[in-house]
């Protein structure tokens, strides 16, 4: 019998995708919880749904990249040189991607006439972005690894998962980041 059947493909990714939603529709009501800093702030509108990309975009091709080395069954333990490797090109592309996002938004904001110190929006894309790295790439390892261990296939669990979590957990980071750096 096929493992990839459209049958088999549904009763596997459904439950993920719920899961997705809840985590999702949580994230609204994150952002929603957030509204006054948002009003005080309004240039953390144009940082978040960007920002939150990042995040998203980086964890799954962190999940994306281990889901294969699974299938080739090049991964060892979770410090492994090829998960390690994997971290710290993802680290190098979403770190860069955040430096250039900070000047894409103080642009944006500029062109809209919205006031906003460069250096204060910097300070809080990079902790924003930091954080949510950190949380996501944890996540994307952990889901990544138990996923293969239960006989899912990372690539149906992980991309999905990871990026409603991004979301939530980018939203958070930068609600985090404008607390401290404000």
């Known amino acids: 019998m096929a493992y990839y059947t459209v049958t088999g493909i549904m009763k596997r990714g459904i439950p993920v995708l719920i899961v997705a939603a809840i985590i999702s529709i949580t994230a609204g009501q994150l952002l929603h919880a957030g509204q006054d800093l948002l009003l005080a702030f309004p240039v953390l509108l144009i940082l978040i749904p960007p920002l939150i990309k990042v995040g998203g975009d980086t964890g799954s091709?962190?999940?994306?990249?281990?889901?294969?080395?699974?299938?080739?069954?090049?991964?060892?333990?979770?410090?492994?040189?090829?998960?390690?490797?994997?971290?710290?090109?993802?680290?190098?592309?979403?770190?860069?991607?955040?430096?250039?996002?900070?000047?894409?938004?103080?642009?944006?904001?500029?062109?809209?006439?919205?006031?906003?110190?460069?250096?204060?929006?910097?300070?809080?894309?990079?902790?924003?972005?930091?954080?949510?790295?950190?949380?996501?790439?944890?996540?994307?390892?952990?889901?990544?690894?138990?996923?293969?261990?239960?006989?899912?296939?990372?690539?149906?669990?992980?991309?999905?998962?990871?990026?409603?979590?991004g979301d939530i957990v980018g939203i958070a980071a930068v609600f985090v980041a404008a607390w401290v750096v404000v």
């Open 61 to 165: 091709i962190l999940g994306a990249r281990l889901s294969s080395a699974f299938h080739l069954g090049l991964v060892e333990p979770v410090g492994g040189v090829v998960v390690r490797n994997n971290i710290v090109a993802c680290l190098v592309i979403g770190s860069v991607s955040c430096l250039v996002l900070s000047v894409a938004v103080w642009a944006a904001a500029l062109l809209l006439g919205i006031a906003v110190v460069y250096g204060l929006l910097l300070k809080i894309t990079l902790i924003a972005g930091c954080i949510e790295m950190v949380v996501v790439f944890a996540a994307t390892i952990g889901i990544a690894f138990v996923s293969h261990r239960r006989g899912l296939d990372p690539d149906d669990v992980v991309i999905p998962l990871i990026t409603a979590i």
